[in-house]
């Protein structure tokens, strides 16, 4: 009898939780405000179709305005803001009109949020949209990491579209863009004239930025077309998003949400990292060493803030048929990882922990994929490390945020014989 009360009371609990009639769980507009992942649909968890990103929906408080991806179209519309809280109404949101292989997630999506009629918080992370029914939610909402951060715009981006328009890359003075997010400036070429100036990113907002003020120098050309329509776009834009098509597209985006901009990553030259290990004796890490029989051999370059594997794939490391295991995955993420804590910060040590978020399979038959990891971050003697892997098609696979020890270098050249690691021509 004592087990079953328990086993009642937990049921309760958790009822009371996921419940949209709970008075615990009310909520208030600044509860939804900013972009939320959609990771349950009448209570089904949500699984994306292969090579197709999480559903998400973002609110904006401040002007009512909603936007997201249903699982293949961008999402939408507007809410009002005057409503009574824990109130909102969902069902005249807006998509754009692709078609996708698998249209079935976008359809239980935008089936689910035509039914919308209120929202209540679920525990501390979650918030719960409801209809009508003060019974379970129709959809489950979870705060949505950003796809990328104001620093992995650093750098030199080439502008491939402006205005809904492709830029051919046959000019004489190819469009581009040259941000520095420390100093927050910008400088580039416009089509005839360069630009130059800074840009703004509104407090809170991690995927905020503008370009309110820049100037130009003032020559003419015989078509200014691409000129004028390129510097139109960045008058508009407002926010900046990773484009899931490939890992170097980013788009800026307008203050409805339309695609203003893309842009490609310009890369500069790799440069193949030396193993400072290469000749030592007894080494035989399973990830890097040339000499392991049944190693993974990796070879790692530095291009830029990164550090960069490509690797191909082999049958013997499968775990489901033709599918590359999971713990492989982890395995070269991990070793990734360390590289750039051996060519970054010139130590050596130890993981502490490891997160892994596994998007899509990988394929053993597939000719190679990509690996790339960045230093997100130093906590005195922790490093943050950011890791991806990606397939052939430049599809994200597989992510990972590392947390790695480091040593002082007096313990790093006793206990791990580490004294630099230098890339080649240095």
Not at 53 to 63: E, S
Not at 312 to 319: F, H, K, L, M, N
Request: with cysteine.
């Amino acid at each position: 009898m004592k087990k079953f009360f328990v086993s009642f009371c937990l049921a309760a609990a958790t009822l009371g939780l996921s419940s949209c009639g709970s008075t615990k769980n009310t909520a208030v507009l600044a509860d939804i405000d900013g972009e939320w992942s959609i990771v349950e649909i009448n209570g089904a968890a949500v699984v994306p179709a292969p090579g197709q990103a999480y559903p998400y929906i973002g609110f904006d408080k401040a002007t009512g305005r909603v936007h997201g991806n249903a699982g293949c179209n961008r999402l939408m519309g507007s809410f009002d803001v005057q409503a009574a809280p824990g109130t909102i109404d969902l069902s005249r949101l807006g998509t754009t009109r692709m078609m996708c292989p698998d249209m079935t997630v976008e359809q239980n999506v935008l089936n689910a949020l035509a039914q919308v009629k209120q929202y209540v918080r679920l525990g501390d992370e979650n918030i719960g949209l409801c209809g009508k029914s003060l019974k379970r939610p129709i959809m489950v909402l979870k705060r949505k990491a950003p796809d990328m951060t104001l620093a992995d715009l650093n750098g030199k981006w080439k502008i491939v579209e402006a205005g809904g328009v492709a830029i051919p890359d046959t000019l004489e003075n190819q469009p581009f863009i040259e941000l520095d997010t420390a100093a927050k400036t910008m400088h580039g070429q416009a089509g005839c004239n360069l630009i130059n100036g800074g840009f703004q990113t509104e407090e809170g907002e991690l995927a905020s930025i503008s370009f309110p003020q820049f100037i130009s120098t003032m020559m003419a050309c015989p078509d200014m077309e691409i000129e004028d329509r390129v510097k139109q776009a960045l008058n508009a834009t407002r926010t900046f998003a990773r484009i899931q098509d490939g890992e170097n597209r980013v788009g800026f985006y307008d203050a409805e949400g339309t695609l203003v901009v893309v842009l490609i990553k310009e890369q500069p030259e790799m440069q193949k990292i030396i193993n400072p290990w290469k000749e030592t004796e007894g080494y035989n890490c399973f990830g890097c060493s040339p000499g392991n029989p049944a190693g993974l051999h990796m070879d790692f370059y530095e291009d830029g803030d990164e550090i960069v594997c490509q690797w191909v794939p082999r049958a013997e490391y499968q775990g489901w048929l033709r599918t590359l295991h999971g713990g492989i995955q982890s395995v070269m993420l991990d070793e990734i990882c360390g590289w750039v804590v051996f060519r970054k910060l010139q130590t050596a040590g130890v993981t502490t922990k490891m997160e892994t978020r596994f998007r899509k399979s990988v394929s053993t038959d597939d000719s190679f994929v990509m690996l790339r990891a960045r230093l997100r971050e130093t906590r005195r003697n922790l490093a943050i490390i950011d890791a991806r892997l990606y397939d052939s098609r430049g599809e994200l696979c597989t992510e990972a945020v590392c947390t790695y020890f480091t040593f002082p270098p007096e313990k790093a050249a006793q206990e791990m014989a580490f004294h630099q690691c230098r890339v080649e021509g240095e």
